[in-house]
């Protein structure tokens, strides 16, 4: 049985055809153009294959209300082409099988709990820090989904004491993506992540932020396993900074056994969002 | 088919039965004392019924993990006594029948979400503003867990910059219970909240701290109902003052049609507790 998944995110979309084990026999990625000429291209690639199902996990904002009339909708993202894109409905008369939708970074929990790092546990965090932030949760098997997916990047945080930036985001200024996202290390520093890889405080300060909104998620959602991805955290030292800074924040308050398997890095070398894209139909 | 509650709280034991349609047919409710007498006199009010299960929300922290050695235990708790006390495995020597257990306010949540406010709704937190600070989501029906009980009342907030306060929480200072709860009042004060109801910027920045923790809950968990109780929040003000305050902090990034209904006080006359206890047990 082959099933269909696309990681549709803002950058490139990645199509991939795969089977219920969680094995990827074949696989495409394009840039992210205008969106009828992006989802043809899409198209183009599984007409070759027969998938009885087809997973996407997409950018967002999205909205994933089952009661809404723009059900299945791109929000409103910067992308203006791409704003209020019927992107379900679409992909719905695109093909004849049933479609699933969910966010990126949703589908990358799921495809780390299936098949990844977090095999085995009850409960899954997702964190991906790259141009924003944004976070997915699975418990006992399911994306959790309130009446929207979840924004997870848009809690407040405290401001590190040495760091005079007033943030990123257009409407928090300092909430998480505003002040830790790589377009935020951008503004701040009026340079590239990568240009500041020798600089140790940028780094101090983004483990402060991301410790911090780890800990706060940790007590709202207990998870088992919290897993950090996405372009910024290919700084490894981060890891590191950010397990230590969250167990000072934490401060005994919860029993945190192994703090190294708490916080870890993905598993499925950037598999994990077309894997989970394909889990989405089970 | 008569069920057994119980709203196990620090203060006071409320013991109720009541049928499955949420009717509570008896009551009775007593301080709350040392554990084994406090367990004695409910067992003595139970007793007199026939009950068929009896449903359990305490104070915590609890240990709610399954897999956990000592599931069902009293954790560290301030109340001496009270700490290691294997409260499920009382119930269950001293019943005949099932015993279900979960957080006192896990328990308020689903009450409200049967038989009160939040009845129609698929996902409701409910937020205790008391001594303490604690919260509870209900979703789908079912009480939302991780590896254990939320500790919501841990978060960490950003500062009021006119709060020179320091935090009345001995783990983490600046979380929203160490800023908000009726004990941070009370020692920031050096008053209790009802000597202070003429002070108008006591409930500002008390109306600030708990507009951004609800921001921060709403992102991560997009609850379509949010249901504000606990004995601070008899200071009724409060809750206009919350509302205003969180749409600012939301500042349009998500929808919300009607913030008046989205943000509510409880609707069951301090019968929520012992409602949900008994709606443990469905």
């Known amino acids: 049985m082959l099933i269909g998944g696309i990681e549709a995110g803002g950058t490139k979309f990645v199509c991939a055809v795969g089977d219920e084990n969680g094995k990827v026999l074949d696989k495409v990625s394009f840039p992210t ?26 950018f967002g904002p999205v909205d994933l209300n089952r009661h809404s ?4 909708n791109i929000l409103n993202t910067p992308k203006t082409k791409w704003r209020n ?23 990358a929990c799921l495809g780390e709990y299936n098949y990844g790092v977090s095999r085995g546990v009850d409960s899954c965090l997702y964190i991906t820090v790259g141009t924003g932030i944004g976070a997915g949760l699975v418990q006992d098997g399911k ?16 401001k590190h004491e040495e760091d005079p930036f007033e ?13 830790a996202s790589g377009t935020a290390i951008e503004k ?8 500041l890889v020798d600089n140790e405080k940028v780094w101090e300060i ?8 780890i800990m706060n998620y940790f007590v709202v959602l207990q998870p088992e396993k919290i897993i950090l991805g996405g372009g910024v955290m290919k700084q490894e030292k ?21 703090v190294n398997e708490l916080i870890v890095a993905p598993s499925l070398e950037d598999e994990q969002g077309v894997l989970g894209a394909i889990a989405l139909c089970e």
Chains 1, 2 share one sequence.
């Open 238 to 258: 981060l890891y590191s900074m950010i397990r230590q800074q969250f167990m000072e924040l934490l401060n005994g308050y919860l029993q945190v056994e192994n």
């Open 167 to 179: 943030g990123a985001c257009p409407s928090h200024g300092s909430c998480i993506e505003g002040l």
């Open 85 to 107: 894109y019927p992107l379900l409905k679409k992909f719905q008369a695109d093909y004849s099988v049933p479609v699933y939708l969910d966010t990126d970074v949703n589908a």
């Open 69 to 72: 009339d723009t059900y299945g």
């Open 143 to 158: 994306v959790f989904q309130g009446r929207n997916h979840s924004e997870m990047g848009h809690i407040l945080v405290q």
């Open 188 to 195: 701040r520093y009026s340079k590239k992540g990568i240009e």
């Open 206 to 213: 983004e483990a402060y932020y991301l410790a911090q909104a």
């Open 33 to 58: 153009g205008d969106p009828d000429a992006t989802l043809a291209e899409a198209k183009a690639f599984f007409d070759q294959h027969d998938i009885t199902a087809l997973g996407v996990g997409t």
